[in-house]
């Protein structure tokens, strides 16, 4: 299984760019990369995903090597309700369907 | 309003029950999933759901089991052969056609005494 690895926690001022970095070097060509956010005692929230190409919504932006091996994510004014946990997936394809692995995430905390 | 609904947000049981945990989906997703969380960790995938009828366990299947009768519904039973019980447990959803975004539920967080 391709797993993630992340920085444990991280800190960013508010309004500054939180730059979360991920490193999955075992992905395989057909898996996507994809960003969730959870806050404390809540379901994640999709935050985007990617397969080779960068990605931008209105929420970040997915910087993802030519290689595929690492990615960032990018919240380009953090504010003080982005602090949350913050996952990077790999998306497994089985049996017709895709599997999450989920790795322990990143605590980002926002600082006023 | 279209999503995911579980209940109860918290629940207590003794040691021994078995206890079934309810996940309702208003948006017609076919595919869904159960996953556990403990504190400071990410989720494990305990069965997931592609069909009405038909589910695969997950990576943590052991002491838990879950019915599809409906296309809505996925509920999971904790049986007392579950040696770790107490968790946090959240279900999600997918259309698995287009996007396999995930949609989570609120989560449930159930303790076993």
């Known amino acids: 299984d391709a797993k993630t690895t992340q920085p444990t926690s991280m800190d960013c001022a508010e309004g500054r760019a939180a730059n979360l970095p991920c490193n999955h070097s075992?992905?395989?060509?057909?898996?996507?990369v994809y960003w969730y956010r959870q806050i404390h005692s809540q379901g994640p929230q999709y935050i985007i995903h990617g397969l080779k190409n960068n990605e931008t919504n209105e929420m970040a932006s997915l910087i993802i090597t030519e290689d595929r091996k690492s990615s960032t994510l990018i919240l380009p004014h953090a504010t003080l309700r982005d602090t949350a946990v913050y996952y990077c997936i790999v998306a497994q394809r089985t049996s017709g369907t895709y599997k999450y692995i989920f790795g322990t995430g990143t605590r980002l905390k926002v600082l006023a | 309003d279209g999503g995911i609904t579980q209940s109860p947000k918290y629940l207590f049981r003794k040691e021994g029950q078995n206890v079934t945990l309810s996940c309702e989906q208003n948006l017609n997703h076919d595919a869904m999933y159960w996953y556990r969380q403990d504190p400071g960790q990410g989720l494990r995938l305990i069965y997931y759901?592609?069909?009405?009828?038909?589910?695969q366990k997950g990576d943590i299947a052991e002491g838990y089991s879950v019915s599809r009768e409906k296309k809505e519904s996925f509920p999971l039973t904790v049986t007392s052969a579950q040696k770790n019980p107490t968790a946090f447990y959240l279900c999600?959803?997918?259309?698995?056609?287009?996007?396999?975004?995930?949609?989570f539920g609120p989560g449930t967080r159930l303790t076993v005494t």
């Open positions: 759901s592609q069909i009405v009828n038909d589910f």
């Open positions: 999600a959803s997918t259309s698995g056609r287009s996007s396999y975004e995930q949609y």
């Open positions: 075992t992905i395989s060509g057909n898996e996507y």
